[in-house]
């Protein structure tokens, strides 16, 4: 028998794909885009096209594990009870032994964007206060630039970038890491707009592009300040909209007024006739789009370069009309949906819970006591995703229970003691909200789970269920349920009527878009303090931040680390994921260090050869790539490795703070891009 089913892709991507599976006797056969979306129009990127392969893989674990001894690899088949009973017990007895589930911590971050897969956190509040970490390893210094400027993260439909006359990517890459949105872009050049890429390194959206801008990384500020100061100098911004809309821009003229091109030069390696080029084509040419990247923000001065960015569109009147305005990630879908799963627990009474830093996971173990953290549960997480995965290593191995709950084993499993097995998004119901565009649909389970896998929500509610048993009434969390009722719950009456439906299965039938304006800002108010888009932000100044989007100086590499090494995220993985299917690495690269053929001279290196690449955290051995794409003083190796062995990338990657990130996400995310490291050409690997 044939069927087709709707599901959406939950990876944590701007696309948000709606797709079709085609399920033959039980077996999903085949995946496509659904011509019913809007925005994705029938197509998927390549990861989408493998989900037959990811869903079948071999590797893919279908029954619970028990790994013993921790780090051997010998991992042995046990059933779910016998699983849930050594967690439950064990939680039980830290319970007894610290008169508090404090010693329990939930670990998770961004595996699955469904709407469903915040059971892990409901199941936890049900118990009272646990350990949780906070914070996002993503997106936040963004978030927080947008969130001083116009008060809300909210953009206009990425669709309405067709309009767009000019679009500015900035420390993006869509053509890998959001190709959905370059149909839009490919539309608006069609149209004639032109379309400039701002990245260090030469990229595949660069090469499509109709200007490339290679400043040094983490200096956009300073380029930022020079387009604008050109723009003032020569009267290219739109007095009348500065007067009625923005807040703070005399003193941002003043600041202006102070700096030199030449200063500007020094700092991003961009001459004035380039900062002339792009300030007049951005200035002249209205509606003007920017799109800034979450590359751009992954350093010690990203928030602050973003704030410097933004502004420009506030010289100029681009925001607020269509084919204008400033595009990142949006918050707007955290008001849309009910969030009724997250909430379950929390939404009838307030759990207060010890929260500590996604991003320095490893430093706040060591240092937690009264009581010490004793035992992880790792979901929808890839630990070695973080940076600076010496400490994580040592203090993972101090804890006594590691629990981690996936579909394939990876570099965490190594420090896992049982590992449950998780459904995909097509042996599940689940909903799936958009940060990036308009539409919503729904995921209906397509075929059975495979082997012994059970949904983060399943999962939860028998945990549940095997505390409740030992411990009776030791979890609010409920012990049953049907998940299609979970997704119903996540619907109101105003998404309804925003989606022009009255039942949450019509979406069966197709995704719907939402009735949301097409051009955010519309109306030019602000939900600043002043009600105006603010370039002077007194919140920022309050928080010890600078008032204006003035320059802050960048890291700086040591002498003895004297190559930047980027590593942003790779064309066929998301993340960590994906990179274990054969499909989609077959014909593509291995990790390699990218470096310029001058560099590659100097040490004498041929490509293929191996180098030794460290720093103070660590080393790691790759084979070089030269390529004219990087600078001489910059190092590229795309991020997202599956399981590297004893060794990854992000051993070496610097895990300190960006400048923002605390508002939106409780903690500031990672200055991923700040890492220094130095090279030794190896003869023989
Ligand atoms: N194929 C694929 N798609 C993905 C993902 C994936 O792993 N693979 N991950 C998803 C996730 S979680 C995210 S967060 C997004 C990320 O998607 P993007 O926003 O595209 O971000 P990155 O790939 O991190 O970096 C984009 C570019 O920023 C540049 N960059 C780094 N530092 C600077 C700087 O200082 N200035 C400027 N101007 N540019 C800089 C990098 O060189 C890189 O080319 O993609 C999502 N989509
Ligand atoms: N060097 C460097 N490091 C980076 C970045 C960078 O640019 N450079 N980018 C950072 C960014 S932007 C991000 S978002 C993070 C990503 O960090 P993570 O969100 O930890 O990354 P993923 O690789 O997506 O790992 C999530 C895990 O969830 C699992 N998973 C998938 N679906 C499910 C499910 O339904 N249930 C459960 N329980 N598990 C599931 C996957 O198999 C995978 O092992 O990485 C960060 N790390
Ligand atoms: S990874 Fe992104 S582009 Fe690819 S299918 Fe999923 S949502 Fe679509
Ligand atoms: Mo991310």
Redesign the pocket.
């Known amino acids: 028998m044939k069927k087709i089913f709707r599901n959406l892709c939950?990876?944590?991507c701007f696309s948000t794909c709606s797709l079709l599976s085609y399920v033959e006797n039980g077996k999903l056969v085949r995946v496509s885009g659904d011509p019913a979306h809007g925005f994705t129009r029938g197509k998927l990127c390549a990861k989408g096209y493998a989900y037959v392969e990811r869903v079948y893989s071999p590797q893919r674990v279908l029954y619970p594990l028990r790994q013993f001894p921790r780090g051997s690899g010998n991992w042995r088949r046990i059933s779910w009870d016998e699983a849930l009973q050594i967690i439950a017990s064990k939680m039980l007895e830290l319970k007894g032994r610290y008169n508090s589930f404090l010693p329990v911590c939930l670990c998770k971050?961004?595996?699955?964007m469904?709407l469903l897969?915040y059971a892990p956190e409901a199941l936890f509040d049900g118990l009272g206060s646990v350990t949780v970490t906070e914070g996002?390893?993503?997106?936040s210094a963004g978030l927080d630039a947008y969130l001083y400027c116009l008060g809300a993260v909210k953009k206009s439909d990425p669709e309405d970038m067709v309009n767009s006359k000019v679009i500015l990517l900035w420390g993006v890459n869509p053509a890998w890491t959001a190709v959905q949105q370059m149909y839009f872009i490919d539309q608006a050049r069609t149209r004639g707009a032109q379309v400039v890429v701002i990245d260090p390194i030469f990229t595949s959206t660069a090469a499509q592009a109709d200007f490339y801008l290679q400043p040094k990384a983490s200096s956009d500020g300073a380029l930022a300040l020079g387009i604008a100061k050109y723009i003032v100098e020569n009267n290219l911004y739109d007095q009348e909209f500065l007067a009625q809309y923005v807040y703070g821009y005399e003193a941002f003229f003043d600041y202006l007024a102070g700096l030199s091109y030449n200063w500007i030069e020094n700092k991003t390696s961009l001459p004035k006739d380039v900062i002339a080029e792009v300030a007049e084509l951005y200035a002249k040419n209205s509606p003007a789009a920017i799109w800034t990247g979450?590359?751009l923000q992954?350093h010690t001065n990203g928030g602050q370069n973003i704030r410097a960015i933004i502004t420009l569109a506030a010289l100029t009147g681009n925001i607020g009309k269509s084919g204008a305005g400033i595009y990142y990630p949006s918050l707007q879908y955290l008001q849309l949906f009910s969030f009724s799963t997250r909430n379950y627990i929390s939404s009838k009474k307030p759990v207060l819970h010890r929260k500590i830093n996604l991003n320095v996971l490893g430093k706040e173990l060591k240092n937690l006591d009264n009581p010490p953290v004793k035992m992880l549960w790792l979901?929808?997480?890839?630990?070695f995703?973080?940076?600076e995965t010496g400490s994580l290593q040592r203090a993972l191995k101090e804890l006594e229970l590691i629990v981690q709950?996936?579909?394939?084993l990876?570099r965490?499993s190594r420090y896992a003691d049982i590992f449950l097995p998780?459904?995909?998004?097509f042996e599940e119901w689940d909903i799936v909200p958009s940060y990036w565009h308009h539409w919503v649909g729904i995921n209906e389970p397509a075929i059975s789970p495979l082997g012994e896998c059970k949904?983060?929500l399943q999962i939860a509610w028998e945990l549940s269920r095997k505390l409740n048993e030992l411990s009776p009434g030791i979890c609010s969390f409920p012990t049953d349920g049907n998940e299609e009722e979970w997704v119903a719950r996540e619907f109101n009456q105003e998404l309804y009527n925003s989606l022009g439906i009255e039942d949450y299965r019509e979406l069966l039938n197709g995704p719907r878009k939402l009735k949301w304006p097409q051009v955010a800002f519309a109306d030019l108010k602000f939900n600043t303090p002043s009600g105006k888009f603010e370039i002077a932000s007194e919140k920022a100044a309050l928080e010890g931040l600078p008032l204006l989007p003035v320059y802050t100086e960048p890291a700086a590499a040591p002498q003895a680390y004297p190559f930047r090494l980027i590593?942003?995220?790779c064309q066929v993985g998301?993340?960590?994921?994906f990179l274990n299917l054969p499909w989609l690495t077959w014909g593509n690269e291995k990790p390699c260090l990218r470096i310029n053929p001058i560099t590659a001279k100097r040490f004498g290196l041929s490509n293929g050869d191996y180098v030794r690449v460290y720093n103070q955290q660590g080393e790691i051995l790759l084979p070089v790539k030269i390529t004219a794409t990087v600078s001489e003083d910059t190092f590229v190796c795309y991020?997202?490795w599956h399981d590297s062995g004893e060794h990854d990338?992000?051993d070496l990657?610097n895990g300190s703070p960006t400048d923002m990130g605390t508002k939106a996400t409780g903690r500031p995310a990672?200055a991923?891009?700040d890492?220094f490291v130095n090279l030794c050409p190896v003869k023989e690997v």
């Open positions: 939950p990876r944590n971050h961004y595996g699955n469904g897969h996002s390893s993503c997106w979450l590359g992954r979901t929808q997480r890839n630990l995703q973080d940076a709950v996936d579909q394939f990876n965490s998780t459904t995909t998004q949904s983060d590593t942003p995220h998301n993340n960590s994921q991020q997202g990338l992000n990657v990672v991923f891009h890492t």
